[in-house]
Nanobody, 122 residues
Framework: QVQLVESGGGSVQAGGSLRLSCTAS?????MAWFRQAPGKERERVAS???????LYADSVQGRFSISRDSVKKILYLQMDSLKPEDSGIYYC???????????????????WGQGIQVTVSS
């Protein structure tokens, strides 16, 4: 199982930016960022494949950017033009190595970080 540790969260005003980092013990073909707001289900924000294919939730398209550094084993999430509705706990996740389609729900991601809080105030 892959060990994942998130960093870079915090509080920011609407319109601001944050960059999340996820340091991994290893990287699988599919890596992703999920988030969970109070009372809501965990949703996939962005996913990134080993070959650089990316998928974004409609709500963050054009504002968030996911990338990975496979040498350093770090997954990034650049978040710009943040909105209050972006607030929540953000999780880094890795799918099983056999998975090659990365638009997967949370149940198909098997390794998780502990999560990090992002709060966007209006």
């Amino acid at each position: 199982q892959v060990q994942l540790v998130e960093s870079g969260g915090g509080s920011v005003q609407a319109g601001g930016s944050l960059r999340l980092s996820c340091t991994a013990s290893g990287m699988t073909f599919c890596m992703a960022w999920f988030r969970q707001a109070p009372g809501k289900e965990r949703e996939r924000v962005a996913s990134n494949s080993h070959y650089g294919q990316v998928l974004y939730a409609d709500s963050v398209q054009g504002r968030f950017s996911i990338s990975r550094d496979s040498v350093k084993k770090i997954l990034y999430l650049q978040m710009d033009s943040l909105k209050p509705e972006d607030s929540g706990i953000y999780y880094c996740a890795a799918a099983e190595p056999s998975r090659t389609f990365c638009g997967l729900p949370a149940s198909d991601y098997k390794s998780w970080g502990q999560g990090i809080q992002v709060t966007v105030s209006s």
